[in-house]
């Protein structure tokens, strides 16, 4: 495992690797003041606006083959489901782009309005924080990406967050993928099946199509398939006290485990079909 300030990766065993990428963005609840300038964040704000407990769901996904990128840091300090221009109402004295919320990539305000950093910013000090944590933890994800693509002709991404159960009450788990737009088809409905066998109610885009990291990292054309994850924190964990179901909580990382084996087995599948593919083109030119 490679620990960095405000993010760790953890790779599986070279010959165990699949072209399986895990991210977590949301799951940290670290408030380092570095970043957050001496302001301060009660416990429970900084729960209550992470994906709670996914990091420990995604914890061993190494030993299913697949590699995991767990932030560290809170949300609220830096959101690395941001772009980079995403700016919060504020954050800055003149801005050309804004977010219509105080929740860009470097939150103004926790959930309960309560401020989490002096604003105005200045530019400076905006640009300094990304490049100190935003930037370092993107470029990493675009390095263990390229280094997969190299040996695998298709490679998918797997963006792991949670949601609150009323923002999709008729709904387990909501799969991602901007309409069809960040990653095949095929591999999309197999990872709801996989869901449904887990006797999970599933969805797709709505309310969530998938953030940042969807967008900039899936591009089917280019064989990079990318699929965020949303999982109702009624399965594994009680919404007021935010504790766990850790019974519950085993059975959302046993999902994920199949849900790596279904990505693997699609890659496979599509590895396998474009050989034939090539064999039968190649068949056909000899015989001219």
């Known amino acids: 495992m490679t620990v960095f300030d405000y993010f760790h990766v953890n790779q599986p065993a070279t010959d165990h690797a699949l072209p399986v990428l895990v991210e977590v963005p949301h799951a940290g609840l670290a408030w380092p003041d ?3 300038g001496g302001f301060e964040a009660k416990l429970n704000s900084i729960q ?12 061993s996904l190494t030993k299913s083959g697949a590699t995991v990128v767990t932030a560290l840091v809170s949300r609220m300090i830096v959101d690395f489901n941001r772009s980079a221009d995403d700016l919060s109402l504020g954050i800055l004295k003149s801005q050309s782009k804004l977010s219509p919320t105080c929740y860009g990539v470097l939150w103004t305000q ?5 401020a989490v950093r ?10 300094d924080c990304l490049d100190r944590f935003y930037f370092p933890y993107h470029r990493n994800l675009e390095v263990l990406l390229a280094q997969m693509k190299r040996k695998s002709r298709q490679v998918v991404f797997l963006a792991v967050h949670s949601m609150p159960s009323y923002s999709a009450p008729k709904m387990d788990v909501v799969l991602g993928s901007l309409k069809g737009k960040s990653g ?3 591999l999309l409905l197999r990872c709801a099946d996989c869901c449904k066998l887990g006797r999970l109610r599933v969805g797709f885009d709505d309310p969530y199509q998938g953030g940042f990291s969807t967008r900039a990292y899936g591009k089917p054309e280019q064989g990079m398939h990318a699929i965020q994850i949303e999982f109702s924190r009624a399965l594994y964990m009680d919404e007021d ?4 179901n850790e ?13 790596i084996a279904t990505a693997a087995d699609w890659v496979g599948s599509q590895i396998a ?6 064999s039968e083109s190649e068949e056909r030119t000899s015989m001219r």
């Open 110 to 114: 926790d959930t309960k309005g309560n």
């Open 48 to 59: 209550t606006a992470a994906d709670l407990y996914m990091d420990h769901a995604c914890r």
């Open 241 to 244: 006290s935010l504790r766990p």
């Open 118 to 127: 002096s604003v105005p910013m200045l530019r400076e000090e905006f640009r």
């Open 247 to 259: 019974k519950r909580l085993e059975h959302i990382h046993l999902l994920l485990a199949d849900l």
């Open 184 to 186: 095949n088809t095929e």
């Open 273 to 278: 079909e474009g050989a034939s593919a090539m």
């Open 34 to 36: 570095a970043i957050a």
